[in-house]
């Protein structure tokens, strides 16, 4: 069965750094993009980062650049989201999404190119 699994996911203090993890069951994520999205309460989910299968190039919501790092470890089958220097407002489910559909320049974060969804895993942020 084909499956992700976020885990990583807590409570942290503002300022605070936490590494969210994607692992891949039943295929092989270096053969994806994965992208990182996140739903807070009473919000849309949004796009997060991403990163593509060819090349490793990298995208990043302009909330999140220069604080959030996307890699990926293909030993271990997984895509990993850094994040430092949170804050209240990075609270939220995360969700990362794989897909090996095309994905032209611009569309990183539209949901509905990616065909694999994880269920999500809770980031709080709050002192």
């Known amino acids: 069965q084909l499956q992700l699994v976020e885990s990583g996911g807590g409570l942290v203090q503002p300022g605070g750094s936490l590494r969210l993890s994607c692992a891949a069951s039943g295929f092989t994520l270096e053969n994806y993009a994965i992208g990182w999205f996140r739903q807070a309460p009473g919000k849309e989910r949004e796009g997060v980062s991403c990163?593509?299968?060819?090349?490793?190039?990298?995208n990043y919501a302009n909330s999140v650049k220069g604080r959030f790092t996307i890699s990926r470890d293909n030993a271990k089958n997984t895509v990993t989201l850094q994040m430092n220097s949170l804050k209240p407002e990075d609270t939220a489910v995360y969700y990362c999404?794989?897909?090996?559909?095309?994905?032209?320049?611009?569309?990183?974060?539209?949901?509905?190119?990616?065909?694999?969804w994880g269920q999500g895993t809770q980031v709080t942020v709050s002192s």
């Open positions: 990163i593509r299968s060819s090349g490793g190039r990298t």
């Open positions: 999404a794989a897909t090996r559909r095309a994905m032209p320049a611009g569309t990183e974060f539209l949901q509905g190119l990616y065909t694999y």
